[in-house]
């Protein structure tokens, strides 16, 4: 390679760099957006007035002044709307609160804001990894730097897609936008590796095959995961209205804005099977690649064994949701189980762990 390709490649790298530490920076002022849309947008708007509708659970009657042009005015009565409401996991019927939409004007600005910003963050990283893949002149995935600042931006861009998608999982940027904060932050303090090149071995069009769907999996892995730590939180929330009991101001403001427990339960599930097949496959990927690469299809080795590991745990999770008893908390904590094998097979197998995989270091 020829100086002047070098000093391009390096001023590529540079670029990158800066751009990730760009995207970093808005990422932030989205977080701040997010967090000024749960401070000022109204308390659980929906949750409120259904309580009020409801009341013990039965409508009932209210009288109302109608008024026309045409008539002086007279009183009929009208009947409370019915509220719609989804079942929890029980018997607890409970609303979903406004994902995390603030409820009013000011809240919803501020949400907007921040969706707004998140776009823009997820853009520039976007433009960051491809730049980070020019200056290498091969798939940006050689080592965790760059796993880290390519599966951050596919987590936030399929949270994108499910808000382009008219779904209601705004509830899920401020705890997302935290994680991927902490992530990049991980990835360019302690993960950061110069561009450098494969080992031969490696240069193969199922680098483009396997590693891309990993990636994409573990992305939506987490968002369902993430999904499945929120549905604890607001099982327990619900579980503690229903023996009658206070939940302290700060949760009830936070724990309100979200989703039923049974809808974030539903979400987690359907998020998990929808990508298992493609986990499956990933799985199958690795293991055609290993034979054009090493001349085996399984040798055991570390990244295999942990891949294989979190594909059992994942498919024990789907089976258990699938059978009567195994569903709310029992079925969650098998999916944080599940997750949790995922975590360590991305992060403890690469650093921690000696194998095939572990070719670039960190």
């Given at each position: 390679?020829?100086?002047?390709?070098?000093?391009?490649n390096?001023?590529?790298?540079?670029t990158s760099n800066v751009?990730?530490?760009?995207?970093?920076?808005?990422?932030?002022?989205?977080?701040?957006?997010?967090i000024a849309e749960?401070l000022f947008g109204?308390?659980?708007?929906?949750?409120r007035?259904?309580?009020?509708?409801?009341g013990?659970?039965k409508?009932?009657?209210?009288p109302?002044?109608?008024r026309?042009?045409?008539?002086g005015?007279?009183t009929?009565?009208?009947?409370r709307?019915?509220v719609?409401?989804?079942s929890?996991?029980?018997?607890r019927?409970l609303?979903d609160g406004p994902?995390?939409?603030?409820?009013?004007?000011?809240?919803?600005?501020?949400g907007r804001?921040?969706i707004?910003?998140?776009?823009l963050a997820w853009?520039i990283?976007?433009v960051?990894?491809?730049?980070?893949a020019?200056s290498?002149?091969?798939?940006?995935w050689?080592n965790?730097?760059e796993?880290n600042i390519?599966?951050?931006?596919?987590?936030?861009?399929?949270?994108?897609a499910?808000?382009?998608?008219?779904?209601n999982?705004?509830?899920i940027?401020?705890?997302?936008l935290i994680?991927v904060?902490?992530d990049l932050?991980?990835?360019i303090t302690?993960?950061?590796?110069?561009?450098d090149?494969l080992?031969p071995?490696l240069?193969?069009?199922?680098l483009?095959?396997?590693v891309?769907?990993?990636?994409?999996c573990?992305a939506v892995f987490y968002?369902?995961?993430?999904?499945?730590?929120?549905?604890?939180f607001?099982?327990?929330y619900e579980s503690?209205?229903?023996?009658?009991l206070?939940?302290?101001?700060?949760a009830?403001?936070?724990?309100e804005?979200l989703?039923a427990a049974?809808?974030?339960?539903?979400?987690?599930?359907?998020?998990?099977?929808a990508v298992?097949?493609?986990w499956?496959?990933?799985?199958v990927a690795?293991?055609?690649w290993?034979?054009?690469?090493?001349?085996r299809?399984?040798?055991?080795d570390?990244?295999?064994?942990?891949?294989?590991?979190?594909?059992?745990?994942y498919a024990?999770y789907?089976?258990a949701r699938?059978t009567a008893?195994?569903k709310?908390?029992k079925a969650?904590?098998l999916?944080?189980?599940?997750l949790?094998?995922?975590?360590?097979?991305y992060?403890g197998?690469?650093?921690?762990?000696t194998?095939?995989?572990s070719?670039?270091?960190?």
């Amino acid at each position: 390679m020829n100086l002047a390709a070098t000093a391009t490649n390096e001023s590529l790298a540079q670029t990158s760099n800066v751009l990730i530490y760009s995207a970093m920076a808005v990422y932030l002022l989205a977080f701040f957006a997010h967090i000024a849309e749960w401070l000022f947008g109204s308390r659980s708007k929906v949750a409120r007035t259904a309580a009020a509708l409801t009341g013990d659970g039965k409508s009932a009657a209210v009288p109302v002044q109608v008024r026309s042009a045409r008539e002086g005015g007279s009183t009929a009565v009208l009947e409370r709307p019915e509220v719609i409401t989804r079942s929890a996991s029980g018997s607890r019927d409970l609303p979903d609160g406004p994902g995390a939409a603030g409820g009013d004007a000011q809240g919803d600005l501020y949400g907007r804001i921040a969706i707004s910003l998140t776009v823009l963050a997820w853009g520039i990283e976007a433009v960051g990894v491809v730049t980070r893949a020019l200056s290498v002149q091969r798939a940006p995935w050689g080592n965790m730097y760059e796993f880290n600042i390519t599966i951050t931006t596919v987590v936030v861009g399929v949270y994108l897609a499910f808000l382009a998608a008219k779904k209601n999982v705004r509830w899920i940027g401020l705890p997302l936008l935290i994680t991927v904060l902490l992530d990049l932050g991980l990835a360019i303090t302690v993960l950061y590796t110069d561009s450098d090149q494969l080992v031969p071995a490696l240069h193969s069009y199922w680098l483009w095959i396997h590693v891309s769907t990993a990636i994409f999996c573990g992305a939506v892995f987490y968002v369902g995961g993430l999904s499945t730590v929120l549905y604890l939180f607001r099982e327990r929330y619900e579980s503690k209205l229903a023996a009658g009991l206070k939940p302290g101001s700060f949760a009830t403001s936070v724990l309100e804005r979200l989703p039923a427990a049974a809808t974030l339960d539903k979400f987690a599930y359907r998020v998990n099977a929808a990508v298992f097949p493609l986990w499956t496959f990933t799985i199958v990927a690795g293991a055609i690649w290993a034979g054009d690469a090493w001349g085996r299809y399984w040798g055991w080795d570390p990244k295999e064994v942990w891949s294989f590991i979190t594909w059992v745990a994942y498919a024990a999770y789907l089976h258990a949701r699938a059978t009567a008893g195994w569903k709310g908390r029992k079925a969650a904590y098998l999916a944080l189980i599940a997750l949790g094998c995922w975590l360590f097979n991305y992060y403890g197998v690469n650093i921690f762990v000696t194998g095939k995989h572990s070719y670039a270091g960190v």
